[in-house]
């Protein structure tokens, strides 16, 4: 294994911290209070080339490969503790416009990524239904050949953007007899007739990264606008989870935001006439939450060093979402209690990890049914 960083990767490393800490961080605090999605927010990291960072270059965008795209995410999120953008931007990149870019056709290639790396367009994807979440194959909605369209019906929840996304990555059963096997990607537009938004739903961890429900209502999808072959949707999933894996890459920086914040905290709070960073008990929860953030950091680099040399990586990505998002749910329960009542304050960003990193621990799949996939590959059974 070879982790070290080309002096590219450092330049740009150290342009996206800077580029975090001046132009997002200083008002991502308010924007949170205000919970509102920032469109203005949204056109500057854009104008930074972020929204099509791993987009390749044929196509607008920056052709960064896994590890660039991994380092990228940790550095934003730890330089402006924006858990909203950064979320927003991963499930944009990661989860709508890198399925395309692996697996859509030239036509579909040349029609969406152009418009998805500038940001112009901003991406969702559609998987989890009100009766399907872990159990994502018995999903309920339907895509019927009608000639040269297939005709979706059913709805989607808690989808990441949907109130904001121009287009969605839907998973939908050309045959739901076949469970997993009738599952098949499409692209579809907001514009397309039959889709519809719900109201945004309000999120525990805040609402500036909006999520919602998606209907399709005898909505008309160009058959153009099948992503890969029928019946091919789950393995596809599967495949590209790479890329979705990563996007779990923020909760990383998060935790690197959080630790500093504590350390700061810790050497000015005064009890018992000295800084409560003087304390062993303390100094124990410091020392955890670095263990825990550098092997979340180290699990990232691996899942992307894997991805970039094209090995499969089932197992690997399902021990570093488990781990990652799970350390995180740690480090944040900690960060809180080294802040004592101030952390429970709103007026202090450190209790806001805590939900954030909830989502984590449950979006994506569970923690659960992760310990589930890792069992059952060790043994086969
Ligand atoms: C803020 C947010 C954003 C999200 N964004 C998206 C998105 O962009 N796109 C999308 O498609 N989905 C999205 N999701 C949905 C997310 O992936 C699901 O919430 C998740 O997969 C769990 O499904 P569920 O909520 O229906 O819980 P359930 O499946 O009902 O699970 C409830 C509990 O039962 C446990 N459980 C279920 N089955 C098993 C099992 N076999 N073994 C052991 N335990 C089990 C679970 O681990 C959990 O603890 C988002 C969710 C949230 C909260």
Not at 270 to 294: H, N, R, T
Not at 316 to 344: H, L, M, N, P
């Amino acid at each position: 294994m070879d982790f070290q960083f080309s002096e590219e990767q450092k330049i740009f490393r150290d342009a996206v911290e800077k580029f975090a800490r001046n132009e997002i961080a200083p008002t991502a605090a308010a924007r949170e209070e205000a919970g509102e999605f920032s469109f203005e927010m949204w056109k500057k990291l854009c104008g930074y080339g972020l929204a099509g960072l791993s987009i390749p270059v044929e196509y607008g965008g920056g052709g960064a490969d896994a590890m660039t795209t991994v380092l990228a995410m940790i550095t934003f999120s730890a330089a402006c503790r924006d858990l909203s953008m950064a979320g927003a931007w991963g499930t944009h990149l990661l989860l709508a416009a890198m399925p395309i870019a692996e697996i859509g056709t030239d036509e579909q290639k040349k029609k969406y990524l152009p418009v998805m790396a500038s940001g112009e367009w901003i991406g969702a994807l559609g998987l989890t239904e009100p009766e399907a979440g872990t159990d994502a194959t018995s999903l309920r909605t339907r895509a019927v050949r009608k000639g040269d369209e297939y005709v979706l019906n059913g709805s989607k929840t808690f989808i990441s953007n949907a109130p904001i996304a121009d287009v969605f990555i839907v998973v939908a059963s050309v045959d739901l007899s076949e469970r997993a096997g009738g599952l098949t990607l499409f692209i579809v537009d907001r514009s397309c007739p039959g889709v519809t938004t719900g109201r945004p739903l309000k999120k525990r961890d805040g609402d500036s990264w909006p999520t919602g429900e998606v209907f399709f209502d005898d909505c008309r999808v160009p058959a153009a606008n099948r992503l890969g072959e029928e019946k091919t949707g789950f393995t596809h999933m599967l495949t590209s989870l790479g890329w979705e894996r990563i996007a779990f890459a923020p909760f990383v920086g998060l935790m690197e935001s959080d630790l500093n914040l504590c350390i700061e905290y810790a050497k000015q709070r005064v009890q018992f006439g000295k800084p409560i960073a003087k304390f062993q008990l303390v100094q124990a929860m410091l020392a955890e939450m670095k263990m825990d953030l550098e092997a979340s950091r180290w699990l990232a680099y691996h899942l992307a060093w894997k991805k970039d040399r094209g090995e499969f990586i089932g197992l690997d990505a399902a021990i570093a979402k488990t781990f990652i998002t799970e350390a995180a749910e740690r480090s944040a329960g900690k960060a809180v209690q080294i802040f004592g009542g101030y952390g429970c304050m709103r007026e202090y960003p450190i209790g806001q990890s805590l939900w954030a990193t909830k989502l984590g621990v449950i979006g994506g799949g569970t923690s659960q049914i992760q310990r589930t996939i890792i069992g059952r590959m060790l043994t086969g059974m």
